[in-house]
């Protein structure tokens, strides 16, 4: 499929137990992301920055393909997936490195491997930094398990 919109009605699991559980089962792919995940789930931290749960840094590869969602639903924009890789996670979002910027709201991420199916996230992208020429780091927090293949395949 190449249209520059794929539109998808995927089913999207916004509660909290079926977010932390994905990125539980992301994290379980690093021991030591694994370890500060678990050991963060329920608890404020206050560490020497304003994040309110500790990230640990994990460098685990991704597809991203930029969206729009409403009500539910989820409207992919363009017509390819985007590579990107973890640059840190928590048990609320990422840091993600891309060679290019999301230039949505929102964005799919998919982890192959990490279930049989791959485990597909909606996130909210709160914050984009250009780190130098196609280097650039995205803050994502995770809003949503989303149920279905974005590639249309």
Known sequence: ???SL???EFHVDCGSRAVGAAI???AGWHQAASTTIRRSAGIDWTGRDRRRVPRAPARIPLLIWPAEYSQGQVLLRGDEAGIAVTRDLSIRGFALLCDQPV???YAVAEFDGVA???VRLLLEIRWTRRKGPFAY???????GVIEGDPSGD
């Open 6 to 8: 794929l539109f998808a």
């Open 116 to 118: 049989e199916s791959g």
């Open 24 to 26: 539980k089962a992301i």
């Open 103 to 105: 230039l949505a709201e």
């Open 1 to 3: 499929m190449n249209p």
């Open 137 to 143: 780091v995205l803050g994502a927090q995770a809003i």
